[in-house]
């Protein structure tokens, strides 16, 4: 059996993430979240009740010795003018994009190194390689979560791989005032060369991928998952 857990799974990707995984017997999957949802219950998952920012995270001590692999999947979008943005206001997003992680990481190494070969995914946003109108703040955030998986993969190897997904924009509650009316999800779709804004399931099926065997000759990696908008102009 392989332990997973995944932080910020009632909804979005990660929520995505544990359905592809709770359908695997192989699997025994553990999920935190402050709230579990109706949706996330039916899944049947090891669930911890837990604010991953502002909580104590020594709950997680329950956590069996071993784990496989580790998703962070919280974030925000915040899209304003960098002149409206106040330094208070990259502080709280950096505490959810990037201490978060490294909260949680540093709290549960000793399990992840027992296990003898173990997963971590972070999740960065195009934005960070591919410069983008009012995204300052999640853009400064991520390129740390780049810049630190790129680092733990390194101090990791062989034991831990760790591997960073970068999106586009993607159909999720995080996104809906992006998407909420037909003419915002044409226009956001048109940008895209693939010409439609993601789905949670694209996002996660990467995921998955990554914290399988099939993914297990993979480390230190940035993957865009982003519609093909990082790297080409149609």
Not at 15 to 28: G, R
Not at 61 to 79: S, W
Not at 150 to 162: G, M
Not at 181 to 197: F, G, I, Y
């Amino acid at each position: 059996m392989k332990n997973i857990l995944i932080i910020g799974a009632s909804k979005g990707i990660g929520l995505s993430l544990a359905k592809i995984m709770s359908q695997n017997p192989e699997n025994n999957l553990y999920t935190v979240s402050r709230t579990e949802t109706e949706e996330l219950a039916r899944l049947e998952s090891n669930h911890i009740s837990m604010d991953i920012v502002n909580d104590d995270i020594g709950n997680l001590d329950q956590l069996p010795e071993e784990l496989h692999g580790l998703v962070y999947c919280p974030g925000a979008i915040q899209l304003r003018p960098f002149a409206r943005l106040k330094p208070k206001d990259f502080i709280e997003d950096y505490k959810l994009q990037v201490l978060g992680p490294v909260r949680v990481i540093q709290t549960l190494l000793p399990k992840l190194k027992k296990a003898g070969q173990a997963s971590i995914v972070l999740f960065s946003t195009v934005a960070v390689q591919t410069g983008l109108n009012f995204h300052s703040m999640v853009s400064a955030s991520k390129g740390a979560i780049e810049g630190l998986s790129r680092s733990l993969a390194a101090e990791f190897a062989p034991k831990i791989r760790v591997n960073c997904i970068a999106p586009s924009l993607t159909d999720t509650p995080l996104a809906f005032a992006l998407l909420n009316t037909d003419q915002k999800r044409s226009a956001n779709a048109e940008r895209h060369p693939l010409k439609r804004v993601g789905r949670a399931e694209d996002i996660a099926s990467m995921a998955a991928f990554l914290l399988s065997e099939q993914g297990s000759w993979i480390t230190g990696q940035v993957m865009h998952v982003d519609g093909g908008l990082s790297k080409l102009k149609t």
